[in-house]
């Protein structure tokens, strides 16, 4: 007895997107603990998960990786489009705390917010809004750089007015040479930013899909409201909007190395980001799924241990 064999005729029947295989996401979390690391036919070679043990070592080894690709820029003289998230967010402080170590500043350095909350004309929080991702990013990482930090006018929000400029500025960065890195997290819907598995349906085709740059007031699917009420607004749902303005593959498909973090464990043996990991880890590429797609490119997703498993019953 589970989902797969009750859920007809209950409140979940058409709860998930319809392009979902439930039982082939199933099996993408049977698989032994040990097995995570398992290169798949469909992961670029330069691709890589590497397990942590903790929250402290997973925050530590991105935080350098995303300084490291900051000062390698740096060093030979170009440019950095990097896309970041607000989410996972502890790697900032180590990313920071490198970079100032380092006496590396970030005059070369362009950066671009995957997205933010928003109500149904695009309209987002104020920047001063705690809620807010420009809020978040300021105090995390470009406040703690001091004037080391990227230039206000090299900083991009994914306001209703900028955030469809982002494909002709990376465009332009990338033809004087810039490299784009995007730094990701994986959502409960296995959504990469706010661009959600349901939007699948939308698309003759995955090439229409990855054509996709990004979209204004996107409908967040319900999965991705509570995971944000738990992990960002301390289970107050009430707080979280149904909306965001987010990049989409067009964007992040185009990243010269990817740099990805799942942390989502809660501790006493409870998380909500295994079957995240496990499905894009082995479920192949599908747009139903976009975080299926980021194995295919060179890079590192960094994960917490614990969450390979194994993903069974435990009554907490």
């Keep these: 007895m589970d989902l797969m064999t009750t859920i007809k005729g209950s409140l979940l029947e058409n709860f998930y997107p319809e392009g979902w295989d439930l039982a082939r996401i199933d099996a993408c979390c049977a698989q032994a ?20 043990a903790d929250v402290g070592e997973l925050d530590v080894k991105l935080g350098h990786a995303i300084a490291l690709e900051i ?9 950095l489009a990097m896309i970041l998230p607000a989410g996972p967010m502890g790697m900032y402080k180590w990313t920071a705390y490198f970079l100032r170590q380092w006496g590396t500043d970030c005059g070369h350095l362009h950066t671009f917010n995957m997205d933010e909350w928003s109500d149904a004309e695009g309209r987002t929080l104020p920047s001063d809004n705690p809620g807010s991702f420009q809020y978040a990013m300021e105090q995390a990482l470009f406040l703690p750089l001091g004037e080391l930090a990227v230039p206000e006018s090299q900083r991009n929000f994914a306001t209703a007015d900028n955030l469809p400029t982002y494909a002709g500025k990376i465009a332009a960065l990338k033809a004087d040479g810039a490299e784009l890195i995007t730094v990701f997290g994986i959502g409960r819907a296995m959504h990469i930013a706010f661009w959600e598995p349901h939007f699948g349906g939308e698309f003759a085709d995955d090439a229409a899909w990855a054509a996709a740059t990004h979209r204004v007031a996107a409908q967040l699917h319900p999965l991705t409201i509570e995971q944000n009420a738990i992990t960002s607004f301390k289970s107050r749902t009430t707080l979280v909007p149904c909306r965001a303005n987010t990049i989409g593959p067009g964007l992040f498909l185009q990243s010269d190395r990817i740099l990805g973090g799942c942390d989502g464990a809660f501790g006493r043996g409870m998380q909500w980001q295994g079957l995240s990991l496990w499905t894009t880890l082995r479920h192949g590429p599908d747009r139903w799924l976009p975080s299926t797609f980021m194995p295919t490119l060179p890079g590192t997703l960094f994960y917490l241990e614990e969450l390979a498993g194994p993903l069974g019953a435990e009554i907490n």
């Design 33 to 52: 603990p040990d097995t995570i690391g398992e290169r798949q036919p469909f992961w670029h070679p330069a691709f890589a998960p590497v397990g942590c």
């Design 71 to 79: 000062r390698t820029a740096k060093e030979q003289g170009r440019k």
